[in-house]
């Protein structure tokens, strides 16, 4: 690429044509359609050239340049918002020396002297911006940034995050105020989203960000108010009157209103404040549990804030600190199959050791054969890594000069690699579309799917085996004396008769085998929703589990409910198809499950080394059966866990959101946005003791 410096005029005029093209799909990619396909730092690379260019030959900057627009035009599927002020950007700072650069500016424009002035630095939350318009202290409306000028209405979705006060909490707010901040998803929930949809056969987000943008832009708000987006107030648009004289006190309303701010966010003095922040939040970057991009660096006294204004298409008086981009260059030396609990077979890429951001990354998640071949990806390559979500490596893509020669395309096998080699297939989808997920259909005949099943098995919301640890849980599985969860039980009784003791494994003393062995007998009698659960059946999850245990009641009722549903027995099925929330992907998987003979085996030789307690049919003669519940705040008396499985039994319903369909709330000490929805919808509202006294009289 030729050195800006160098270019002649006509190369310039060239050269600006290519960006902006290249720069207007790139934001496209990601304003619009929600999956960017450079990284941020390439991104960042082109709109510095462009600037770099429109620098140097002013007279050259096209009308509509990207240097003067933010984001992309909004989707046609939302009515558009105006904004009342429009919301825009901040330019980029990428070094100490820019930060002190920013702070001499400032001072230059406003011909200050030597006295330190006076930032916040605030981490860059990187989700995307929303503003929401409050009236009287009522929200009525919300967008997203759209172009800047004009956004798209979200406000059904941004009524179902929970950080958004549906009224603004005490005093001093202006009439109308557009209350500006980020919608974010944090790791561990982005986690989370991209498992059940690898699980589902949907596609996955990239990363959190745009996992966060693809789940505010539902067209349906109730998708969106199933996934677990948060929000931080940080700024504002349009206002009827003025509510701070600082960022810093505007941000100490905010949070008095009931909005979440940013706790890393600091008041700082002097360009020196401005690095220590830098700093400070590089340091608290991997902890947070949410993707943060640089620090924000704003003046705080706003009446300097207004006098030194906006150039273009950001402001003056603030500017991002981004943090360098986490990425590195290493060798991609084989490219791996692992096997999921059902079979879903995921690519795994292994890679030559490299520090990412001080972690050391060896694999990265290459999600599916799709995006192998979109990347184009051969063993061999050099390709670049980057940890997105500051947790989950990933592969930016290959470095095309560094290729090997001979480096052939990779072939997705069409083979599970487990001992029984099933052709794998493409799932398709109940209309018959193909997926991108690829499954064995080995089941547990798969040792692969075996082990991932065991775990699931184990796991604490299944039968809890403390002391079988996925590694202890591999070791027994490897040994051949774990391989079906009859076999748990029957570990004590072998042990007898064993030539290799217990007691004698990985120097595992006498009473931690005893305490193992305490576990499993333990868990010997367990309630059914468990025993239901714990089987690992496809898109039978722990609610579902319990509503099959009411609906059947016992586990004899329901195998041989199963063994019916599986011989497609109309009035079997009928009878599942009835019972509450369970529809066609329940009905199928369980209907799978059971008609195969080694499933039912592995059931049956369980279930005759357990006691299963029958569930308690949902009641219909209490004074909340039928009722919707919420319970919010600290609860004194008993867990979370306990209000919800007595609210249940009592044939209550449990929701962990308060809507028009709540009948009644109960709250407990440092109850906030919950209780707050509950007494404006007009919901009852009692206190846990209330709620006692009403359930045992
Ligand atoms: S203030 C005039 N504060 O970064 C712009 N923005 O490139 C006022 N962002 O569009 C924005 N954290 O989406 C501000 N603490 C913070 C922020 C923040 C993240 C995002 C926001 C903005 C973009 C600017």
Request: proline fraction near 5%; charge should be negative.
């Given at each position: 690429?030729?050195?800006?410096?160098?270019?002649?005029?006509?190369?310039?005029?060239?050269?600006?044509?290519?960006?902006?093209?290249?720069?207007?799909?790139h934001?496209?990619?990601?304003?619009?359609?929600?999956?960017?396909?450079?990284?941020?730092?390439?991104?960042d690379?082109?709109?510095?050239?462009?600037?770099?260019?429109?620098?140097?030959?002013?007279?050259?900057?096209?009308?509509?340049?990207?240097?003067?627009?933010?984001?992309?035009?909004?989707?046609e599927q939302?009515?558009?918002?105006?904004?009342?002020?429009?919301?825009?950007s901040?330019?980029?700072?990428?070094?100490?020396?820019?930060?002190?650069?920013f702070d001499?500016?400032?001072r230059?424009?406003?011909?200050l002297?030597?006295?330190?002035?006076?930032?916040?630095?605030?981490?860059?939350?990187?989700?995307?911006?929303?503003s929401?318009?409050?009236?009287?202290?009522?929200?009525?409306?919300?967008?997203?940034?759209?172009?800047g000028?004009?956004?798209?209405?979200?406000?059904?979705?941004?009524?179902?995050?929970?950080?958004?006060?549906?009224k603004?909490?005490?005093?001093?707010?202006?009439?109308?105020?557009?209350?500006?901040?980020?919608?974010?998803l944090?790791?561990?929930e982005?986690?989370?989203?991209n498992a059940?949809?690898?699980?589902?056969g949907?596609?996955?987000?990239?990363?959190?960000?745009?996992?966060?943008?693809?789940?505010?832009?539902?067209?349906?708000?109730?998708?969106?108010?199933?996934?677990?987006?948060?929000?931080?107030?940080?700024?504002?648009?349009?206002?009827?009157?003025?509510?701070?004289?600082?960022?810093?006190?505007?941000?100490?309303k905010?949070?008095?209103?009931?909005?979440?701010?940013?706790?890393?966010?600091?008041?700082?003095?002097?360009?020196?404040?401005?690095?220590?922040?830098?700093?400070?939040?590089e340091?608290a970057?991997?902890?947070?549990?949410?993707?943060?991009?640089?620090?924000?660096?704003k003046?705080?006294?706003?009446?300097?804030?207004?006098?030194?204004?906006?150039?273009?298409?950001?402001?003056?008086?603030?500017?991002?600190?981004?943090?360098?981009?986490?990425?590195?260059?290493?060798?991609?030396?084989?490219?791996?199959?692992?096997?999921?609990?059902?079979?879903?077979?995921?690519?795994?890429?292994?890679?030559?050791?490299?520090?990412?951001?001080?972690v050391?990354?060896?694999?990265?998640?290459?999600?599916?054969?799709?995006?192998?071949?979109?990347?184009?990806?051969?063993?061999?390559?050099?390709?670049?890594v980057?940890?997105?979500?500051?947790?989950?490596?990933?592969?930016?893509g290959?470095i095309?000069?560094?290729?090997?020669?001979?480096?052939?395309?990779?072939?997705?096998?069409?083979?599970?690699?487990?001992?029984?080699?099933?052709?794998?297939?493409?799932?398709?989808?109940?209309?018959?579309?193909?997926?991108?997920?690829?499954?064995?259909?080995?089941?547990?005949?798969?040792?692969?799917?075996?082990?991932?099943?065991?775990k699931?098995?184990?796991?604490r919301?299944?039968?809890?085996?403390?002391?079988?640890?996925?590694?202890?849980?591999?070791?027994?599985?490897?040994?051949?004396?774990?391989?079906e969860?009859?076999?748990?039980f029957?570990?004590?009784?072998?042990?007898?008769?064993?030539?290799?003791?217990?007691?004698?494994?990985?120097?595992?003393?006498?009473?931690?085998?005893?305490?193992?062995?305490a576990?499993?007998?333990?868990?010997?009698?367990?309630p059914?929703?468990?025993?239901?659960?714990?089987?690992?059946?496809?898109?039978?999850?722990?609610?579902?589990?319990?509503?099959?245990?009411?609906?059947?009641?016992?586990?004899?009722?329901?195998?041989?409910?199963?063994?019916?549903?599986a011989?497609?027995?109309?009035?079997?099925?009928?009878?599942?198809?009835?019972?509450?929330?369970?529809?066609?992907?329940?009905?199928?998987?369980?209907?799978?499950?059971?008609?195969?003979?080694?499933?039912?085996?592995?059931?049956?030789?369980?279930?005759?080394?357990?006691?299963?307690?029958?569930?308690?049919?949902?009641?219909?003669?209490?004074a909340?059966?039928?009722?919707?519940?919420?319970?919010?705040?600290?609860?004194?008396?008993?867990?979370?866990?306990?209000?919800?499985?007595?609210?249940?039994?009592?044939?209550?319903?449990?929701?962990?959101?308060?809507?028009?369909?709540?009948?009644?709330?109960?709250?407990?000490?440092?109850?906030?946005?919950?209780?707050?929805?509950?007494?404006?919808?007009?919901?009852?509202?009692?206190?846990?003791?209330?709620?006692?006294?009403?359930?045992?009289?």
């Open positions: 690429m030729i050195p800006v410096d160098d270019l002649t005029e006509a190369q310039a005029v060239e050269e600006l044509t290519r960006l902006a093209d290249e720069i207007t799909r934001d496209l990619a990601y304003h619009r359609d929600d999956a960017p396909t450079i990284s941020d730092a390439d991104y690379a082109l709109k510095r050239r462009n600037l770099d260019i429109e620098d140097r030959f002013p007279h050259l900057i096209r009308e509509n340049s990207p240097s003067t627009r933010v984001g992309a035009p909004r989707a939302f009515s558009p918002v105006t904004h009342g002020t429009p919301m825009l901040l330019d980029n700072a990428f070094s100490d020396e820019d930060a002190l650069e001499a500016r400032i230059r424009f406003l011909k002297d030597e006295t330190p002035i006076r930032y916040t630095a605030e981490p860059k939350i990187d989700g995307l911006s929303a929401i318009r409050y009236e009287k202290g009522v929200l009525v409306q919300g967008a997203t940034r759209g172009d000028r004009v956004g798209e209405d979200v406000t059904a979705n941004l009524l179902t995050i929970r950080d958004i006060p549906h603004l909490a005490g005093s001093g707010w202006p009439e109308v105020i557009e209350v500006r901040g980020e919608v974010y944090g790791h561990a982005f986690a989370a989203l059940a949809a690898t699980e589902a949907d596609k996955t987000y990239a990363n959190p960000r745009n996992a966060a943008a693809g789940s505010l832009r539902q067209i349906d708000s109730t998708i969106t108010a199933r996934r677990p987006l948060k929000f931080f107030a940080y700024a504002w648009g349009l206002l009827s009157e003025k509510f701070a004289d600082s960022q810093w006190e505007a941000l100490e905010l949070k008095s209103w009931g909005f979440q701010t940013t706790p890393q966010s600091v008041c700082v003095e002097g360009a020196e404040g401005l690095l220590a922040a830098y700093a400070a939040m340091a970057r991997p902890n947070l549990g949410y993707d943060i991009d640089g620090v924000v660096y003046v705080d006294n706003l009446d300097w804030q207004r006098r030194l204004g906006f150039v273009s298409r950001a402001p003056r008086w603030g500017i991002a600190r981004k943090f360098p981009a986490e990425q590195a260059r290493t060798v991609l030396e084989a490219i791996d199959l692992q096997v999921g609990r059902t079979g879903a077979v995921t690519p795994v890429a292994r890679l030559r050791p490299v520090t990412v951001g001080g050391s990354v060896t694999n990265a998640t290459l999600h599916n054969a799709d995006e192998i071949a979109r990347k184009d990806l051969r063993v061999g390559d050099t390709v670049i980057q940890r997105a979500g500051d947790v989950i490596p990933q592969i930016v290959a095309l000069e560094a290729r090997p020669e001979g480096a052939e395309p990779f072939a997705f096998p069409d083979h599970c690699p487990c001992p029984l080699k099933t052709p794998l297939a493409r799932e398709t989808t109940a209309s018959g579309a193909e997926t991108v997920v690829r499954r064995c259909t080995g089941e547990l005949a798969c040792p692969f799917q075996r082990i991932e099943h065991l699931h098995f184990v796991s919301r299944a039968f809890d085996i403390e002391g079988l640890g996925e590694k202890q849980l591999q070791g027994f599985f490897d040994d051949g004396m774990i391989r969860p009859a076999d748990i029957l570990l004590e009784e072998r042990d007898k008769t064993s030539l290799k003791k217990l007691k004698d494994r990985d120097r595992a003393g006498e009473t931690s085998v005893a305490n193992l062995l576990a499993i007998e333990s868990r010997r009698t367990i059914l929703d468990r025993f239901i659960y714990g089987l690992g059946i496809r898109h039978i999850g722990e609610q579902t589990a319990l509503v099959m245990a009411r609906g059947y009641g016992s586990a004899a009722e329901f195998l041989s409910a199963m063994d019916k549903v011989a497609r027995d109309p009035e079997a099925i009928a009878e599942l198809d009835a019972l509450d929330q369970i529809g066609d992907a329940v009905i199928e998987a369980a209907a799978a499950f059971f008609a195969e003979d080694h499933n039912r085996g592995m059931v049956q030789r369980l279930h005759d080394q357990l006691t299963v307690q029958d569930a308690e049919k949902p009641k219909t003669d209490t909340v059966a039928g009722k919707t519940v919420v319970f919010t705040g600290a609860l004194e008396r008993m867990t979370r866990d306990e209000a919800k499985a007595q609210a249940e039994a009592l044939g209550a319903k449990v929701s962990s959101s308060v809507s028009k369909k709540t009948d009644l709330v109960v709250a407990g000490p440092g109850a906030g946005s919950k209780l707050k929805t509950a007494t404006e919808l007009g919901i009852q509202v009692m206190t846990e003791d209330e709620w006692l006294a009403m359930v045992s009289a």
